[in-house]
């Protein structure tokens, strides 16, 4: 069976189930027009581009999947939320794919909660959209381990299991044999918003495990704000100090001439990489040797 489906998010999902057999209705595309929407285009499926999914073309849009009435609307990385009106057209229903295993952080950033909860695995779920983010019940899981990743590399991990899942479960509606929806359990359930104020900041007292869990969910942006002899840089990888002055507590910083050393609760860290907070449109990065080597020129 070829499923007719109503798609919002990033282009990549579409264009893969598009080569799956599927048929695309339209494809809402997120804002930026990013890699794959030409290739849709030339597919022949009805684009339009978040920047232009205004009250009346979202009336247009609503008003031709309420002529077309597809079986499914599929979301991959789409941020706007979609009303109980759009999720009810689909004659099948509308399922998305979310980077955790729900309902564990729930929200719009949980690579950073998964790495500084300390999670030995993560992964993505596949679930059924509701008018509340996230809380629909579950079709599919991957699961991948958490390890040493930043943020980003977090993200960069979970892409393809999200797309295999998605495109499995789909395939699935098309066969006729969906999955068997999960509730989400309420009891379990965490929220995983932006990182602000204090978690953008270290308490020192942490043991040294628990620093850099915080730096590596905060990298490559923002990175962990940092103030030196009047000078702001963002640390975005550091490593666990082999040696420190004992004398130092936690927070104070040892300038070596190759690497800046700072205290933890237990031991210390070395910074490996950091930017400097100067300005400028492009941060200036650098290694751990190039800033120990720009704090000593400052260093009264």
């Not at 229903?93 to 309902?103: E, K, Q």
């Not at 602000?196 to 990175?223: D, F, K, N």
């Not at 100090?241 to 700072?262: I, M, N």
């Amino acid at each position: 069976m070829v499923l007719r489906i109503a798609y919002f998010g990033l282009p990549l999902a579409a264009v893969l189930l598009a080569r799956d057999g599927h048929a695309l209705c339209s494809a809402v595309i997120s804002p930026g027009k990013p890699a794959g929407t030409r290739r849709l285009e030339r597919a022949g499926v009805p684009v339009i581009a978040a920047e232009s999914f205004y009250a009346a073309r979202e009336a247009e849009l609503l008003a031709r999947l309420e002529r077309d009435r597809p079986d499914l609307l599929v979301s991959w990385f789409w941020t706007r939320r979609l009303s109980s009106t759009w999720l009810a057209l689909p004659r099948r229903g509308a399922l998305g794919v979310h980077p955790s295993l729900l309902p564990r952080h729930r929200g719009p950033d949980p690579y950073f909660w998964a790495i500084d909860s300390g999670d030995s695995e993560t992964g993505v779920s596949v679930h059924l959209l509701e008018p509340e983010y996230d809380t629909g019940a579950v079709l599919d899981v991957e699961r991948i381990p958490v390890g040493e990743r930043t943020s980003w590399q977090l993200a960069r991990a979970l892409d393809r299991p999200s797309l295999r899942a998605l495109r499995r479960v789909v395939s699935a509606y098309a066969s006729g044999e969906p999955p068997p929806p999960v509730p989400q359990d309420e009891t379990r359930a965490t929220r995983a918003p932006q990182p602000t104020g204090a978690l953008l900041r270290v308490q020192w007292e942490w043991p040294t495990e628990r620093v850099l869990r915080r730096i590596r969910a905060l990298s490559p942006v923002p990175g962990l704000a940092l103030e030196l002899f009047g000078a702001r840089f963002f640390v975005t990888r550091a490593r666990p100090a082999d040696a420190f002055t004992p004398a130092l507590v936690p927070g104070e910083v040892e300038l070596r001439p190759d690497a800046l050393v700072a205290r933890t609760g237990d031991g210390a860290l070395v910074v490996e990489r950091a930017t400097l907070d100067d300005d400028s449109e492009t941060p200036t990065e650098l290694t751990g040797s190039e800033l120990a080597a720009r704090f000593a020129e400052l260093c009264p």
